[in-house]
């Protein structure tokens, strides 16, 4: 079983229904901080192109930074002894996220832009089209063909049994 970035466990401070997606939205889901993680996957490891490409306040990405690093998801690598700098890597965990990146890409691309920023091309030459596929099935992924199956003692689809 693959150990959580934060040793904190969210269950016990998050509010609301117990839920992965709420656990990683708390390490991730602040705009600034999926926009470094976007501009580390494009390659820019540095703070100034960091900032540059985001548009990010400066005070804020600091703070964005190192929270993600405090949670796993990103490294510091010094670059530079005088003056002493830094340059940003993801981390496996890091890594992990860029199907979400693509996801929110392929959402906004359609619904919230007018026109695309940029195409990503796959190394077989088509543009990328990413469909979330079964692992054991190959087959693609239908919400009309999945079973949601709570698992925490005392909630069920509604909420809490209490």
């Not at 985001?54 to 930074?65: C, N």
Request: a positive charge; hydrophobic letters at 35%; one cysteine or more.
């Amino acid at each position: 079983m693959e150990q959580a970035l934060h040793p904190t466990r969210k269950r016990d401070i998050l509010p609301g229904r117990p839920c992965s997606i709420a656990a990683a939205l708390h390490l991730v889901g602040d705009r600034w901080a999926l926009l470094a993680v976007r501009e580390l996957i494009f390659g820019n490891h540095r703070f100034d192109q960091i900032a540059r490409n985001t548009g990010a306040p400066r005070d804020r990405l600091s703070a964005r930074l190192r929270s993600l690093e405090d949670a796993g998801v990103i490294e510091r690598r010094p670059y530079s002894d005088r003056p002493r700098r830094y340059e940003y890597r993801l981390t496996d965990a890091g890594r992990e996220l860029a199907p979400v990146i693509h996801a929110l890409r392929t959402w906004g691309d359609k619904w919230a832009t007018d026109e695309r920023a940029i195409v990503l091309e796959h190394r077989c030459g088509h543009e990328f089209d990413a469909a979330p596929t079964c692992r054991h099935c190959g087959g693609e992924i239908l919400d009309t063909e999945l079973t949601i199956r709570p698992t925490t003692p005392g909630w069920d689809l509604r909420g809490p049994l209490n």
